[in-house]
């Protein structure tokens, strides 16, 4: 998901300013009771067989819920995730957060360069970043194809050619 804040007037210039969040509908609680739902068939259905003899299948029950708790888990750590991407007359900042940590990479907006570049094998995502000096940064790497080709372009407009900066314009 894409959000862009209107450009803000700081003190010595204009400044953009694009946030960037994966699109997970799936609320933390929402996520519990799917989790708790699917455990409760889960193990009604294994403890109907276990009553019968059959009770080796209530470790591989307690297994499937197991992964998939931990499958749930990771895809909402993912979707914590935060890219902000701040485009200023001199420079070009990108704040990427997870929950493990942040980081941040600055880029002079003169010399950046907008690369978008196509899948190598077909099928695959293209690769969106944001480069200078030997150094790159990708962005966007969990937008769909068509978010990313837009955002390619507004950041194409804003950064400009490299020895070539654009005015900021709204």
Known sequence: MVTLTPPAT????TEHRIELRPNCSLTPRGARLFVGSLAVVTFA???FFALRGLWPVLPFAGLEIGLLAWAVRLSMRRGAER??????????????ETPSGSRQSVFARHWARV???????????SRLTIES??????VGRF??????RLLAARLERLV???SESPALAP
Do not use: K
């Open 83 to 96: 890219e902000v991407i701040v485009v200023t007359d001199a420079q070009v900042v990108v704040e990427r």
């Open 133 to 138: 000096h030997g150094r790159a940064c990708e």
């Open 10 to 13: 700081a003190g010595h210039g």
């Open 160 to 162: 400009g050619n490299t």
């Open 45 to 47: 259905v294994a403890g």
């Open 115 to 125: 690369t978008l570049r196509g899948p190598r094998p077909a099928r695959h995502p």
């Open 143 to 148: 937008l769909a194809e068509g978010e990313r």
